[in-house]
Every structure is written in structure tokens, then in C-alpha cells.
């Protein structure tokens, strides 16, 4: 914009919440699980980290990384960041903010009822499918009776993932006319514009590469083609998004796309990127650039607009537009990947209309010479859109979000690596899926024909541009053995796709750009003649000549980097791989098996590629541990390639499937991105969570693989392509390209975090982003320093290292074996100590002598010395005490001392793990207050620890610790911040009240199995409704009925224990009401009505009468059920003629549970009462409810009391159920049996 014209205007943000970290990121809450409040707290608050507010007049709310402002770098390049393109993309922030907070909420909250639904379908399966062999087993999985969640309603009736019925297949889709450069066919190079060279290499991708010779046929065939070929400028899997290396990508795209489009300059120049020259020599023929922006959750780590980083993908469209807008489509052309949802179309929808408007708005209020003709000839849908169909849930709304998205819908592509991935998420508590292995290479042949077709036919059909995947597969350089697997591998990959019908593919090799136009080129020829009934011959010997050209010269292909001196591939064998994949070509039936998908009851798994069964033989420990093996090698490469030289697409070296003919292993590069590495996560975190591989042989597979690229340990197998560096002496920290030790560290710990996890992270990218930032990449130690920041507390003894887990205490045997093999380089030796409980610091010293003197044999021995991390390095044992199992044990028990005992101490390890587990409620997870009880097995009898002494650490602490320590264990000091401003009125003491949730049925089912036990009522054998029936009758009479449309007599079937454990009735949550005093939502006062009332009159009260009917057959299926203890609770009551308060208050005074009750404090009403209770809060602060809390159903979820209270229960039903005589005064040993699982 000229100078001076720029519109001025501030971007103010709404109100904030005044806690101390709330506020960060408050405007977009999903980046906290990117960029957590803590971390940017300490980048904005801290002025050394360089975030410095650049326009306070104007923008008094932003503060952008100093280095990526005009005037602030070395670099001679211009900047993007001028204060008029700040305006602009702050400006569209705003209009579009709370619209991405919507769509972002509705996204976790799907995610949400996919896990929760398929968790149930997998139990149902589960049950249905006990007892079969495996072929019935198969079938059962391949038929309409296997439960998944795909087609499945919320509460709103909307199906979250799957068709909603037959008519969305016949919904017509309506595209705006395509671009004549867009037309055709799609030969796309995919690479991020990291540099202005490589910018130059990828938009000149048509030409041959100097200096190599190219075989006749393909440079007549290209030529005649027409095609030129597309640039896939990715800024999104392929780019690490640091804030430095992101902008010099939007900065070199912006360049190439003036350099494509070559118009002249417009009169705003001095506002806009000054472009450069990327092209030296012949201008002629570019390839034609589209960009892929990042998704939508992605943080903007370097612009922070009200403590809030901007979105990535915002910043990145907002940026091309703003300084390319006069281009038209040439330059406005994107790629849009990750989107869920029609809802999140219509976001992007508004986020582009909005953008246009704004910069026509402020084109016209820029003063100057051509202002206002500009601002006129701005054309907002001149922007278009590919849409990256890779989530199992957009891909059943194809059709829909092309026409939510016109006119800027110009076609569809479909991600195949992220497609798998996500898909893999979705089913991810389905232990009968299995996702296609990322290491088998003939996934697109075999495993996705469906959704080829889907894009092919609603895309292509109906005028739009459909696109398959990408091939990327690199040969080794000199390796005439890898040159021929790839470019077989190639020429399959390609022409399935074709046969397909779609329109073309991306690829992540250059020299493979001219042979690929060339065979989409042979292969139309001879797909049309075939299909037209014509002579076939002559494009089939043109195809035939092509493809034999492929494999002539290889020793001196342009992936070589240098002279090999190899052999050439001989004709005989030419002619064999020439045979081989003309066979593959014309094979009618090459391609699997189509689903039609309106008829197949099959096709929407198909379409998800979720029907794998794999062979017996596959489902081998063998096997999945060889998979397994093969994703962590390639993994823990990526991320340290990734963290340490900022590389984000990597090709790493595979063994592949030799040569036709040939037995020999042929070396690939595989390109991997982050959706390959999502790919290989999910693949073992799946066999992992199941059971089908164990917990601590993954550890095991990781060590092993660390020390095998820590030794450079290369064979015939394995390659290593980023190698295991250490900083040189005297070196400064700087995270450079000569230095990846520390980043092995890192990765290691990320992958435990990514499989070990029960409930892992969305996207990987939540963990490594972090580590892009200079605080922790120069970092002497990245994990260490990112956790203390993260979980806000100072680095302690969690591991030996100073490293703590993110979410620590919910994963403890990993933790503890990860914890252990620091403390001594054996996976043997780390094992068994995480497997073995122990009652304080000389017992684990003791088992660590014994298994080191005596237990592990030499070869363990010998592997755990060459663990540079351990306790036994190589540097402090030298060959004599190698040798001396007794002194090598001493050495590992003064350090396995100093490690259980930093301090000098005398507490067991166990309570450094109970401090973590404390500090991560209050500080990861928010937590105004915990309370916390100990409980000790003391000779044989579970009790509190015996001086019940309360331990607070500090006056500021909302921390409460019950009966945690005695006099000779020591005490637990736990850090706690300070209560936050309008959460907490007290502070948490032992004597505050909690509600015990869904534990009140653990006290319910106890009591009751007494109760009946007592009037002579056994319950696995007594029917529900005999009891119901025999009550005393006051008004309507309560019994169970079967749903509609299933037997009656599964109502009658139905006994006293199916309601205990969860194999009768539905109703998984039972809703609560408020407390007296406050107004329930359908004018009925507040309190917690009778029990009676809820099962008679259930819909006066908002829950679901359907619920309380018996809709499957009885102790079939575990089913979650509040439902089950409301008749419970309406069954004792009746029983009794008591209150369930007054029936099982004796029953707990017994248990000493005395502070546990059925009734809340406010219902009891005694006056002076000193018994705070704790209030539930929202993410925002704001209460859970009117009055803090609800009140729930008493037996169902109600109960009340403290944690020692609690506590004193449990020990009693513990102590009860190994009390194998008369049982104890408290508690029954047969009543304790059996919700243990006991007969």
C-alpha cells in the first residue's frame, strides 16, 4: 500500500480471565495443548526471548518474535511482516475467531463420542464373538452384525462419522468452472519452498535436469502431452513450523508465484514483498504452484495477538493473499487439508469471503495513484481450493462440502498417510481393526480402492479435479537395485491410480516428474483406445517402449550423486521387469474388488479401509514385533531429523522387496512426513493398547533400537540415515546440525508419551512443536527444561536425568521402566524392577543387587554397558569391575541410592511419584485443590498409615495430604500454586468434602450383596422384578419391562446382580440437579428428588424413561449403567422402609468411613458446620453449576465425604476379601468377593 495510506485500527480482545494462566490462549483454547499457558507465559514474560510489541499504536495487543519483522535480520531479503499485512491478518482473526473456537469445541467433543461409542460397539463385539473360531471369528467381522461406530447419532440425532443415508449419494455437487491452467491432468511435485533454490528446482520440475540423458520415447511423449506439471509448495506436513523457517517459506512462495505469473509490478509494491529472481534461465513452462496451508489447529508460535497465538493456517492464507492478491488464481490457488466436518468448510468458507472483504476494504481506504481501480479489480473468488479428503469423516461428506465451499471448491485429493492415520484414530478402541502396515509397500494397490473411487466419481464426474496420493519412494543414489524396485514400484502406483479414474497424484521425487507425465501420457492413450473399442496396438508398444525405458542407464540415473561404476541391467532381466509390469497393466482383474455404495452393506468400511483381518501369521509376536521394530527405527530418525536440522520431509532407508527375480535386499528411501509419522504412532500404539503387543517389550524394542543407532550398527537390514552426534568439547549449545544426542533423548521420550499412552495426543505435533522454539532448542536439555516449564515446577527426581513426563501417574510401569534402564542400561534389568512393587529404598537396593550379581546373564550384561546413559558407562567401569558382578552391583545400587533419594532422605521412591501425580491435576490439568490418602498394607491388614498425620507444604498450598507418612518413612513436600482469584474461597483441607462420583456404586454394590446376603436373597440367582414385585405398594408399582421389539421374558430374566454389574439396564450418566435453593431447567425446585419419583416419572426430570427399559438379554454385554443402581437404591429403600442415608450410615460407621455420606451437606443443614465442600469450575473459570456442584442419585453417583474417608472404606473391603474365615466385623468376605470378580 503506498506510503502513509495504511487504514488505521486496533485489535482489542474480550475479556479475560484474571487467573494467573488462564488468560493465555484464552481466545483459542485448543492451542494450550500446542503452546501450554506456562510455556507462553515464559516466552512473552521473559523480554530475552525476544517478543517485542512492533506496532503499539495500531496493534497494542500483538507481540510477534523480533527476528521476523522488516529491519530486525541479517538477511537481505525483505520481510512479509509490515505493519498493513499485521492489520490485515489480525483484522480477519477477529471476524473469524469465535468461529474457530466452535468448530474446533464441536471437533474434540466428536472426538469424544467416537471414543465413547466405539468403546461400547468393541464390547458388544467382543461378547458376541467369544467362543469362535477364526473362521467364524472372519465372518463375524465381514458381516452387517459387527458393531462400529459409523453411522451412529449423538444427542443432537446427527451421525458423526459415516453416510446419513442413501441420499447423500445421489446429492448433486455443483463446481464453478476450473481454471484453464488447472485442467488436465495433475503431475504434482510436492516440496516445501524452504529455500529460494529449491524453489527454483520444483517450478522449472518440467524441464530435464542438465547433464543427464533422457531416453527418446519419454522426451517425445512429454512433449506431445501438453502437460505441465503442478508444485505442491506444502506448508503443512513436509515444513516444520517454527515461526523463522515458516515465514522464509511464505516469503519464497510469494516470490515464485510473481516469478510464475510474471506481471508487473502493482503500485503497492513498497507495502508488499519486493520478488525476486528464482529463475536464471528458461522461464518457459513452469510448473504451476499450489499451496497447502497447515491445518486448523495449528498455533502460530511467533505471532501472539492478546496472549493467544494467531492460527497458523490463517497466517499463511491471509499472508498469499495479502501480498498476491492482484495474481488471481495463479497465486491463489490452495491445498486444505485436516478438515472434519461440513462445519469446519463453513468456517473456511467465511474465513476466505471475510478475508476478501477486509482487503477490499482497506485496498479503497488507501489513498494514491490507482487505490480505488485496484480495490475494484480485487476478485475474491479468485481463490481456489483442492480439499484434502483424509479424515474418515469429511470423506462420507464429499459432495456436501463442494457445495458448502463454491464457488472456490475446485476439486479433491486424497492424503492417503494422514487418511490411514486418522481413520486408525477414529477406531482406535476397536480391538479387531487393523490399519494396513505402513511397512508393506502395496497399500494403494490393495488397501484404498474405495475412497480412489469416491474422489474419482463425486469429484471428477462432476467437473471437478480428483487426485490421488503420493508415491514416495526414493531410489538410493548408485544402487541400480533400489533404481529398479522404485521405478516399479512407481510405474504400479501410478497407472492404479489412473485405472482409477482419477486425475492425477502427487510425487516427492524430481527426476520422477518427466516419467510420469510421460506414462499418465502412454497410459491415457491406451486406457482411451481400449475403452473406445479401438486398435490398442500402437499405444501399447508406445507404453511398452516406455516402460522398458525406465530401467536402461540406471547406474547413471539423476538420483545418483555420483559415479558407481556398476553394472548395467541386462537385457534379459529389462525385458523381465518390462513383462512383469505390462502383465500388471493389462490384467482385467488387477484392481481389487469394487463395493457399490449404495447396496453393499460393507462399503462405508471399505471406503475406510478399516475390513483387514490380518493372516495368522501376521498376528504372530514375531511379526508385530518386526512391525513394530520397523516404526520405531524409522520414527525415532524423523523426530530427531525433525527437532535437531529442522527436516520435515526425510527419506529414510528401507530394506524393499528386491528385483523381479532377483533375491537380493534392494535399499529405498522412503519419504516420511508427519503424516507418515501419525501413520507409524497409531499402527503401535494400537498393539500396544490392546495386549496384542506387551507394554514393556515396546520399551525393550526402543532401547534396543537407540543403541543401535547409537553404535552405528548398520547391516544388511538396516540403514541409519540421521546419525547419533555429540556436541563437541567446548561447543556452544545451539541445537545445530552437527549435534542430535540430545534429540535422541528427546525422541525417545516422545515415543513412550506417543505409544505408552492410554489416551495419547490428538496430532504428534503437540509434542514437538515446543521444541522448534530457540528456548528449548538451545537447550542443553530440550525435555528436561520443557517439562519443568510445562508442568510449572522445578526439574526433581522423577527420572535420573531430571526429565518428568508431561502426564505423569498415568502411566506408571512405563514411567518406571523408562525411569529404571536410566539408572542402568538393561531393558532385562529395567523390567523387572518396574514389576515389582517394593515397600521402601533397602528392599529395591536389594533386588537390585540380586539381579545384577546373579539374575542377568553375560550377554545382558555386556548390552548394558554400552548404554552411554546408564549408571554403568563405559568411561566408570573399567574391565576388572566388568568382570566382578558384586562390584558392578554396588556401582548400580549407589547410583540406583542416589536416584531414590536425592535429597539425602529417607522417603521410598513411591512418594516422588505420588508428588507428580499431585502436580499434575493442579498444574497440567488445572486443579484448584486435591486431596490425597494414603493407604499401607500393614502386616497383612490395609490401613491408614498409623499416625494420621496431615501434611501441608506450605500457607499457600491447595494441597491437602491425608495420613500420608509416619515417623520413619519421612514426609511428602509437594509443590502447589497458590489458589487462583474467584475458584477457591479455602484453602482444600483433610476435612473438605468431595464428591465420590460413580465410587458410590462400588459402596452401593458392597452393601447391597451384605444386605441381600442377610435376608436370604442370593443375587445371582434372584429376578429383579420377584423382589420388585413382593414390595409394599404406595401408589404405582415399579417394575422392569423390556424395550420395544424385544422379548418380554428378558425383563423377567434379570436378577439382583445385573444391576450391580452393569448387564441389565442402560443409562450410562445420571444426570444431576441443583442444589436446594436453586432452580432445576423445567421450574422444578432444586435438590435431589426421591429415587421413586425419577424411576416413575423419569421424563419430569430430563432423563430418558427408554433408558430404564431392558434392551438387550441379560449378562450378554457390559454395558455401563447408572440405571441399574436406581432401581438398586429404589429396591433397598423399599426394603427397608429406610433412606439409603440411614440404611448404610451404620455400615460405613463400621468401615470407619464415617466422614462418607449419602447426603450432601447442604440437605443435612446443621448449623456451624465445619466441612467445606469443593466446587466444580469449567476450563474458563466460571462454576460447574448454580451453587458449585449438582447433586446425582445417591447409590448411582451421590455420595459425599472426605478422601481418608473413602480411603476407610476401601481398606475395609480390601481387608474383608482376604479374610477368608468369618470375614471381618466390618465387611463380609463374600460380599467383598464378588465385586472383585471372585465366585
Known amino acids: 500500500m503506498a506510503s502513509g495510506a495504511s487504514p488505521s485500527f486496533s485489535v482489542k480482545g474480550g475479556g479475560l480471565p484474571t487467573d494467573e494462566f488462564a488468560e493465555y490462549s484464552a481466545d483459542?483454547?485448543?492451542?494450550?495443548?500446542?503452546?501450554?499457558?506456562?510455556?507462553?507465559?515464559?516466552?512473552?514474560?521473559?523480554?530475552?526471548?525476544?517478543?517485542?510489541?512492533?506496532?503499539?499504536?495500531?496493534?497494542?495487543?500483538?507481540?510477534?518474535?523480533?527476528?521476523?519483522?522488516?529491519?530486525?535480520?541479517?538477511?537481505?531479503?525483505?520481510?512479509?511482516?509490515?505493519?498493513?499485512?499485521?492489520?490485515?491478518?489480525?483484522?480477519?482473526?477477529?471476524?473469524?475467531?469465535?468461529?474457530?473456537?466452535?468448530?474446533?469445541?464441536?471437533?474434540?467433543?466428536?472426538?469424544?463420542?467416537?471414543?465413547?461409542?466405539?468403546?461400547?460397539?468393541?464390547?458388544?463385539?467382543?461378547?458376541?464373538?467369544?467362543?469362535?473360531?477364526?473362521?467364524?471369528?472372519?465372518?463375524?467381522?465381514?458381516?452387517?452384525?459387527?458393531?462400529?461406530?459409523?453411522?451412529?447419532?449423538?444427542?443432537?440425532?446427527?451421525?458423526?462419522?459415516?453416510?446419513?443415508?442413501?441420499?447423500?449419494?445421489?446429492?448433486?455437487?455443483?463446481?464453478?468452472?476450473?481454471?484453464?491452467?488447472?485442467?488436465?491432468?495433475?503431475?504434482?511435485?510436492?516440496?516445501?519452498?524452504t529455500s529460494a533454490d529449491v524453489a527454483a528446482k520444483a517450478l522449472k520440475s518440467w524441464h530435464p535436469i542438465d547433464g543427464r540423458e533422457e531416453p527418446a520415447m519419454q522426451r517425445r511423449l512429454v512433449?506431445?502431452?501438453?502437460?505441465?506439471?503442478?508444485?505442491?509448495?506444502?506448508?503443512?506436513?513436509?515444513?516444520?513450523?517454527?515461526?523463522?523457517?515458516?515465514?522464509?517459506?511464505?516469503?519464497?512462495?510469494?516470490?515464485?508465484?510473481?516469478?510464475?505469473?510474471?506481471?508487473?509490478?502493482?503500485?503497492?509494491?513498497?507495502?508488499?514483498?519486493?520478488?525476486?529472481?528464482?529463475?536464471?534461465?528458461?522461464p518457459d513452462n513452469l510448473a504451476y504452484p499450489i499451496k497447502r496451508i497447515p491445518g486448523l489447529e495449528i498455533p502460530d508460535s511467533g505471532h501472539i495477538l492478546n496472549k493467544c497465538p494467531l492460527p497458523l493456517h490463517l497466517y499463511d492464507f491471509c499472508t498469499q493473499l495479502f501480498h498476491c492478491w492482484d495474481l488471481g488464481s495463479d497465486a491463489l490457488t490452495f491445498y486444505v487439508p485436516k478438515l472434519e466436518t461440513e462445519d469446519e468448510a463453513r468456517y473456511l468458507r467465511k474465513l476466505i469471503s471475510e478475508a476478501g472483504r477486509i482487503l477490499q476494504e482497506m485496498l479503497s481506504a488507501c489513498q494514491g495513484e490507482g487505490a480505488a481501480a485496484a480495490a475494484r479489480g480485487f476478485e475474491p473468488g479468485s481463490v481456489r481450493l483442492i480439499v484434502v479428503f483424509e479424515s474418515p469423516r469429511l470423506i462420507f461428506r464429499m459432495r456436501q462440502v463442494a457445495n458448502i465451499l463454491h464457488p472456490y471448491f475446485a476439486g479433491g485429493s486424497l492424503g492417503w498417510h494422514d487418511f490411514l492415520a486418522a481413520t486408525a484414530r477414529a477406531f482406535r478402541f476397536d480391538s479387531h481393526y487393523r490399519m494396513p502396515l505402513k511397512s508393506d509397500?502395496?497399500?494403494?494397490?490393495?488397501?484404498?480402492?474405495?475412497?480412489?473411487?469416491?474422489?474419482?466419481?463425486?469429484?471428477?464426474?462432476?467437473?471437478?479435479?480428483?487426485?490421488?496420493?503420493?508415491?514416495?519412494?526414493?531410489?538410493?543414489?548408485?544402487?541400480?537395485?533400489?533404481?529398479?524396485?522404485?521405478?516399479?514400484?512407481?510405474?504400479?502406483?501410478?497407472?492404479?491410480?489412473?485405472?482409477?479414474?482419477?486425475?492425477?497424484?502427487?510425487?516427492?521425487?524430481?527426476?520422477?516428474?518427466?516419467?510420469?507425465?510421460?506414462?499418465?501420457?502412454?497410459?491415457?492413450?491406451?486406457?482411451?483406445?481400449?475403452?473406445?473399442?479401438?486398435?490398442?496396438?500402437?499405444?501399447l508398444e508406445d507404453l511398452r517402449a516406455l516402460i522398458a525405458s525406465f530401467f536402461v542407464n540406471l547406474d547413471s540415473?539423476?538420483?545418483?550423486?555420483?559415479?558407481?561404476?556398476?553394472?548395467?541391467?541386462?537385457?534379459?532381466?529389462?525385458?523381465?521387469?518390462?513383462?512383469y509390469l505390462m502383465e500388471f497393466i493389462q490384467r482385467d482383474d488387477a484392481d481389487v474388488k469394487s463395493l457399490d455404495e449404495k447396496s453393499d452393506i460393507l462399503f462405508p468400511r471399505a471406503l475406510l479401509a478399516s475390513l483387514t483381518m490380518r493372516r495368522p501369521e501376521q498376528e504372530s509376536l514375531e511379526s508385530v514385533e518386526a512391525n513394530i521394530r520397523y516404526n520405531v527405527f524409522q520414527s525415532l530418525q524423523y523426530?530427531?531429523?525433525?527437532?535437531?536440522?529442522?527436516?520435515?520431509?526425510?527419506?529414510?532407508?528401507?530394506?524393499?522387496?528386491?528385483?523381479?527375480?532377483?533375491?537380493?535386499?534392494?535399499?529405498?528411501?522412503?519419504?516420511?512426513?508427519?503424516?507418515?509419522?501419525?501413520?507409524?504412532?497409531?499402527?503401535?500404539?494400537?498393539?500396544?493398547?490392546?495386549?496384542?503387543?506387551?507394554?514393556?517389550?515396546?520399551?525393550?524394542?526402543?532401547?534396543?533400537?537407540?543403541?543401535?543407532?547409537?553404535?552405528?550398527?548398520?547391516?544388511?537390514?538396516?540403514?541409519?540415515?540421521?546419525?547419533?552426534?555429540?556436541?563437541?568439547?567446548?561447543?556452544?549449545?545451539?541445537?545445530?546440525?552437527?549435534?542430535?544426542?540430545?534429540?535422541?533423548?528427546?525422541?525417545?521420550?516422545?515415543?513412550?508419551?506417543?505409544?505408552?499412552?492410554?489416551?495419547?495426543?490428538?496430532?504428534?505435533?503437540?509434542?514437538?512443536?515446543p521444541f522448534t522454539l530457540p528456548l528449548l532448542k538451545d537447550s542443553r536439555n530440550p525435555w528436561a527444561q520443557a517439562c519443568e516449564i510445562q508442568n510449572g515446577v522445578e526439574g526433581g527426581a522423577a527420572t535420573p536425568s531430571g526429565v518428568r513426563f508431561w502426564r505423569r501417574g498415568e502411566n506408571s510401569v512405563t514411567e518406571f521402566c523408562t525411569y529404571f534402564e536410566e539408572v542402568f542400561g538393561s531393558v532385562e534389568y529395567a523390567e523387572r524392577m518396574s514389576q515389582r512393587q517394593f515397600n521402601g529404598v533397602e528392599e529395591a537396593l536389594e533386588f537390585s543387587c540380586y539381579l545384577v550379581s546373579?539374575?542377568?546373564?553375560?550377554?545382558?550384561?555386556?548390552?548394558?554397558?554400552?548404554?552411554?546413559?546408564?549408571?554403568?558407562?563405559?568411561?566408570g567401569v573399567c574391565a576388572e569391575v566388568a568382570g566382578d558382578r558384586d562390584g558392578l552391583s554396588r556401582l548400580v545400587s549407589e547410583r540406583l541410592r542416589r536416584v531414590l533419594l536425592p535429597d539425602g532422605g529417607t522417603a521410598p521412591f513411591r512418594w516422588a511419584a505420588a508428588k507428580a501425580v499431585v502436580e499434575t491435576c493442579l498444574l497440567r490439568h488445572g486443579?484448584?485443590?486435591?486431596?490425597?490418602?494414603?493407604?499401607?498394607?500393614?502386616?497383612?491388614?490395609?490401613?491408614?498409615?498409623?499416625?494420621?498425620?496431615?501434611?501441608?507444604?506450605?500457607?499457600?498450598?491447595?494441597?491437602?495430604?491425608?495420613?500420608?507418612?509416619?515417623?520413619?518413612?519421612?514426609?511428602?513436600?509437594?509443590?502447589?500454586?497458590?489458589?487462583?482469584?474467584?475458584?477457591?474461597?479455602?484453602?482444600?483441607?483433610?476435612?473438605?468434602?468431595?464428591?465420590?462420583?460413580?465410587?458410590?456404586?462400588?459402596?452401593?454394590?458392597?452393601?447391597?450383596?451384605?444386605?441381600?446376603?442377610?435376608?436370604?436373597?442370593?443375587?445371582?440367582?434372584?429376578?429383579?422384578?420377584?423382589?420388585?414385585?413382593?414390595?409394599?405398594?404406595?401408589?404405582?408399582?415399579?417394575?422392569?419391562?423390556?424395550?420395544?421389539?424385544?422379548?418380554?421374558?428378558?425383563?423377567?430374566?434379570?436378577?439382583?446382580?445385573?444391576?450391580?454389574?452393569?448387564?441389565?439396564?442402560?443409562?450410562?450418566?445420571?444426570?444431576?440437579?441443583?442444589?436446594?435453593?436453586?432452580?432445576?431447567?423445567?421450574d422444578c425446585p432444586g435438590g435431589r428428588p426421591p429415587v421413586e419419583d425419577l424411576l416413575l416419572h423419569a421424563g419430569k426430570y430430563g432423563y430418558d424413561p427408554a433408558e430404564l427399559l431392558v434392551s438387550r438379554k441379560p449378562s450378554t454385554v457390559f454395558k455401563y449403567s447408572g440405571g441399574g443402581f436406581l432401581v438398586l437404591q429404589y429396591i433397598l429403600e423399599k426394603m427397608s422402609g429406610q433412606s439409603i442415608e440411614e440404611l448404610v450410615r451404620p455400615f460405613l460407621d463400621r468401615c470407619g468411613a464415617q466422614d462418607l455420606s449419602f447426603r450432601s451437606v447442604e440437605e443435612i443443614g446443621a448449623p456451624g458446620i465445619d466441612s467445606p465442600h469443593a466446587h466444580g469450575h469449567l476450563d474458563d473459570g466460571s462454576p460447574a453449576a448454580k451453587g458449585g456442584r449438582l447433586l446425582f442419585p445417591e447409590l448411582a453417583a451421590g455420595a459425599e465425604g472426605t478422601t481418608?474417608?473413602?480411603?476407610?472404606?476401601?481398606?475395609?473391603?480390601?481387608?474383608?476379601?482376604?479374610?477368608?474365615?468369618?470375614?471381618?466385623?466390618?465387611?463380609?468376605?463374600?460380599?467383598?468377593?464378588?465385586?472383585?470378580?471372585?465366585?
Open 28 to 193: 483459542v483454547p485448543s492451542f494450550r495443548r500446542y503452546l501450554s499457558p506456562a510455556l507462553l507465559k515464559e516466552l512473552l514474560c521473559i523480554p530475552a526471548h525476544g517478543y517485542i510489541t512492533p506496532y503499539p499504536l495500531t496493534l497494542p495487543g500483538l507481540k510477534v518474535q523480533k527476528g521476523l519483522l522488516p529491519g530486525t535480520r541479517s538477511s537481505a531479503e525483505s520481510q512479509l511482516d509490515s505493519e498493513a499485512h499485521l492489520q490485515f491478518v489480525c483484522k480477519v482473526y477477529e471476524a473469524v475467531r469465535r468461529d474457530l473456537c466452535e468448530v474446533l469445541e464441536k471437533r474434540r467433543k466428536d472426538r469424544k463420542f467416537i471414543d465413547v461409542v466405539t468403546k461400547s460397539c468393541n464390547q458388544q463385539n467382543q461378547a458376541a464373538m467369544r467362543g469362535m473360531t477364526q473362521k467364524e471369528r472372519r465372518s463375524f467381522f465381514l458381516s452387517a452384525s459387527y458393531e462400529t461406530v459409523l453411522g451412529k447419532t449423538d444427542e443432537k440425532g446427527e451421525v458423526v462419522i459415516g453416510a446419513r443415508g442413501p441420499e447423500d449419494a445421489d446429492l448433486a455437487v455443483d463446481i464453478a468452472p476450473i481454471p484453464e491452467k488447472l485442467q488436465g491432468k495433475h503431475v504434482t511435485f510436492f516440496m516445501p519452498p
Open 223 to 282: 512433449e506431445e502431452s501438453g502437460i505441465l506439471p503442478k508444485w505442491g509448495a506444502d506448508d503443512e506436513d513436509s515444513l516444520v513450523p517454527d515461526c523463522r523457517s515458516f515465514q522464509t517459506s511464505c516469503r519464497t512462495y510469494v516470490d515464485c508465484c510473481r516469478q510464475y505469473v510474471a506481471s508487473a509490478v502493482p503500485p503497492f509494491k513498497k507495502q508488499r514483498c519486493e520478488g525476486t529472481s528464482l529463475l536464471n534461465a528458461r
Open 441 to 539: 509397500p502395496n497399500i494403494v494397490v490393495e488397501g484404498i480402492k474405495a475412497s480412489h473411487e469416491r474422489v474419482a466419481q463425486t469429484i471428477g464426474r462432476s467437473g471437478g479435479i480428483a487426485i490421488g496420493g503420493m508415491y514416495g519412494v526414493v531410489p538410493e543414489g548408485g544402487n541400480v537395485d533400489s533404481e529398479i524396485c522404485a521405478r516399479i514400484g512407481f510405474v504400479k502406483d501410478l497407472v492404479t491410480q489412473m485405472a482409477r479414474g482419477l486425475d492425477g497424484f502427487w510425487i516427492g521425487h524430481l527426476p520422477f516428474v518427466r516419467p510420469a507425465i510421460a506414462l499418465v501420457e502412454a497410459y491415457t492413450r491406451y486406457r482411451t483406445e481400449k475403452l473406445e473399442g479401438g486398435s490398442e496396438k500402437s499405444a
Open 557 to 579: 540415473s539423476p538420483s545418483s550423486s555420483h559415479a558407481t561404476g556398476g553394472a548395467q541391467v541386462s537385457e534379459e532381466d529389462r525385458q523381465s521387469y518390462t513383462e
Open 639 to 769: 523426530i530427531v531429523d525433525y527437532l535437531a536440522n529442522g527436516n520435515a520431509c526425510v527419506g529414510l532407508p528401507a530394506a524393499n522387496t528386491a528385483p523381479v527375480g532377483s533375491r537380493r535386499t534392494a535399499f529405498v528411501h522412503v519419504l516420511d512426513d508427519m503424516a507418515t509419522l501419525e501413520r507409524s504412532r497409531w499402527e503401535m500404539w494400537s498393539e500396544v493398547y490392546h495386549g496384542r503387543f506387551p507394554r514393556t517389550a515396546f520399551l525393550r524394542v526402543l532401547f534396543e533400537e537407540l543403541a543401535f543407532i547409537r553404535e552405528g550398527q548398520e547391516d544388511g537390514v538396516k540403514k541409519i540415515c540421521v546419525r547419533w552426534t555429540r556436541r563437541a568439547e567446548g561447543d556452544a549449545y545451539g541445537g545445530g546440525h552437527h549435534e542430535t544426542e540430545k534429540w535422541y533423548q528427546v525422541a525417545k521420550c516422545i515415543m513412550i508419551q506417543l505409544v505408552c499412552d492410554p489416551e495419547p495426543v490428538e496430532f504428534v505435533s503437540e509434542l514437538l512443536l
Open 854 to 875: 546373579k539374575a542377568l546373564d553375560k550377554a545382558q550384561l555386556e548390552r548394558a554397558l554400552m548404554f552411554p546413559t546408564g549408571g554403568a558407562q563405559r568411561e
Open 927 to 1082: 486443579c484448584p485443590g486435591v486431596s490425597v490418602t494414603v493407604l499401607r498394607d500393614l502386616q497383612g491388614k490395609w490401613n491408614l498409615v498409623p499416625d494420621g498425620s496431615h501434611v501441608a507444604s506450605s500457607s499457600s498450598s491447595r494441597l491437602s495430604c491425608c495420613a500420608v507418612a509416619n515417623t520413619t518413612t519421612g514426609g511428602l513436600s509437594m509443590r502447589a500454586q497458590p489458589g487462583a482469584a474467584g475458584l477457591v474461597e479455602k484453602k482444600m483441607s483433610a476435612a473438605t468434602h468431595m464428591q465420590m462420583a460413580s465410587l458410590s456404586k462400588t459402596i452401593g454394590a458392597a452393601f447391597a450383596l451384605d444386605f441381600f446376603r442377610v435376608h436370604g436373597l442370593d443375587a445371582k440367582t434372584t429376578p429383579a422384578n420377584s423382589v420388585l414385585r413382593s414390595l409394599p405398594s404406595e401408589g404405582e408399582r415399579f417394575v422392569l419391562k423390556s424395550a420395544p421389539g424385544c422379548p418380554e421374558e428378558w425383563a423377567e430374566e434379570v436378577m439382583l446382580a445385573h444391576l450391580i454389574s452393569h448387564t441389565a439396564k442402560g443409562m450410562h450418566y445420571v444426570r444431576g440437579f441443583p442444589l436446594p435453593g436453586f432452580q432445576f431447567e423445567n
Open 1204 to 1239: 481418608e474417608g473413602m480411603a476407610a472404606f476401601l481398606a475395609a473391603l480390601t481387608n474383608a476379601y482376604w479374610d477368608h474365615e468369618a470375614g471381618s466385623a466390618r465387611q463380609a468376605h463374600a460380599a467383598a468377593g464378588r465385586p472383585c470378580g471372585e465366585e
